[in-house]
């Protein structure tokens, strides 16, 4: 049996074990005011900064050299086509096709320095959504990894915080996220999952919908026999879950809030314009009406980001611009009601793109370089965290892990990320193993 040992940086004293070393003279001089100093130590370790997540997934990896870490003095092969633009913040630069962005980069925070070794695109989704390093199902590098064990972020967010009413605390749109599952944890902790496209006219969550040809009051005979069935074994193994599900499935069937929550349309057309009538930016605006409505974790996932063959027609005219208006959209309207601070919002994908252009007008996979943007939940805005090599190639120095990224994450949304968690076998797992908060990045 293996386990996972605690880095000394991120040991804490716990208030139990403050107790417990007291009462037997282990710290001596352990006086009611020092006891009390570290109980408050120890609850301030998990005090919670951010609520709710809204994690941007931009799958296939986003080219960053071309959009937030641009190289304008590099040979043409590296720095590409575009130009780079001065944002609000003095001395901070982006690309020219980011204008949005540009005009409130006081709120937001580029972290330029992230990198890790896997360019795979499913293992390295894989490593992102669980911080765990993929296992094969066949035992052999087939680059598909078996993700039954591994808990996802969104479910680690929703077996420690739970929900704050009749929304699930864990949602994927407009498709389930990748290696997005509860794993070990049990389908308690899966995602809800909306398999709709916002963006179009007839968009409806077929969840929510009533079964055709059965009234309400048939529908509650119904739930009032199912009660009847359960009650017997309402607490025995499976048959006690099953029972959870369907209440929780009628409960949000039946939930005017629910149905409230996820009417995009009832937006005043000038809000949806705003976020872009693109996948992305209505999936942005429907995540802020979902954890504005009490969910803890929305993650969406936009695909289309490899760009191995003529990439930039595609980032300039389509991908860039969506990013643009959906992130400062989403950005701004969290602020202007007041639940920015409440509520974190992360833009990242598995990988970068390959500082030189290839043969095919494309950028190749590389994950020794890549930034990600961070704003709202106790992140400090307006700031430039890390830096590359003067082609992007990887960090300069201190290079940010997925295990810092997630361990900041957690520690935001106020979860002891130390925390140990057994497998059906026995096995302790943390829910993040190794890595650091990013003191530059939090408040």
């Not at 120890?42 to 005090?47: H, N, S």
């Not at 005009?103 to 580029?110: E, N, V, W």
């Amino acid at each position: 049996m293996s386990s996972f040992p605690i880095p000394r940086s991120e040991f804490r004293m716990s208030r139990r074990l403050a107790v417990k070393l007291g009462g037997v003279g282990l710290l001596g001089g352990l006086t009611l005011p020092r006891l009390l100093q570290f109980q408050a130590q120890a609850a301030g370790d998990v005090k919670p900064k951010a609520k709710a997540c809204i994690f941007l997934f931009l799958e296939g990896g986003p080219s960053t050299i071309d959009m937030w870490d641009m190289k304008p003095d590099a040979a043409a092969e590296v720095r590409g086509p575009y130009k780079q633009m001065a944002t609000k913040v003095p001395g901070t630069f982006i690309c020219e096709h980011l204008p949005n962005c540009a005009k409130i980069a006081d709120k937001y925070t580029i972290l330029r320095s992230h990198s890790h070794n896997d360019n795979g695109h499913t293992t390295g989704y894989h490593y992102v959504m669980t911080g765990m390093k993929a296992d094969f199902a066949d035992g052999t590098n087939s680059r598909k990894p078996n993700n039954v064990l591994y808990p996802s972020i969104g479910s680690v967010v929703s077996r420690e915080l739970g929900n704050t009413g009749t929304l699930p605390p864990y949602i994927n749109l407009p498709h389930p996220l990748a290696a997005g599952g509860p794993g070990f944890y049990g389908a308690e902790y899966a995602p809800f999952i909306i398999e709709g496209d916002p963006v179009s006219p007839d968009f409806e969550v077929r969840d929510l919908l009533p079964v055709e040809g059965i009234d309400a009051k048939r529908q509650d005979r119904r739930q009032r026999l199912l009660g009847g069935l359960d009650k017997p074994n309402a607490t025995a193994g499976k048959a006690g879950t099953m029972a959870t599900y369907y209440e929780k499935a009628h409960d949000l069937m039946t939930s005017p809030a629910a149905r409230k929550a996820f009417d995009i349309k009832s937006e005043p057309e000038a809000l949806r314009a705003a976020y872009g009538h693109t996948t992305l930016g209505q999936c942005a605006l429907l995540a802020r009406r979902l954890v504005e409505a009490g969910s803890r974790f929305v993650g969406i996932d936009h695909s289309g980001w490899d760009t191995h063959f003529s990439c930039f027609p595609s980032l300039q005219k389509d991908l860039i611009p969506s990013v643009d208006r959906a992130f400062s959209a989403l950005v701004t309207d969290l602020d202007q009601r007041g639940l920015l601070d409440s509520t974190l919002v992360v833009m990242m994908g598995e990988m970068g793109r390959t500082p030189k252009v290839n043969a095919q007008a494309g950028r190749d996979h590389w994950s020794a370089a890549q930034s990600v943007l961070f704003a709202g939940g106790g992140i400090k805005p307006g700031k430039v965290i890390g830096a590359t090599t003067k082609t992007a190639t990887e960090p300069v120095a201190d290079p940010v892990s997925v295990e810092d990224i997630l361990r900041t994450l957690f520690h935001q949304m106020g979860i002891d990320s130390s925390k140990m968690y057994n497998t059906p076998l026995g096995r302790p797992v943390p829910i993040v193993s190794g890595g650091r908060v990013i003191r530059d990045l939090v408040g």
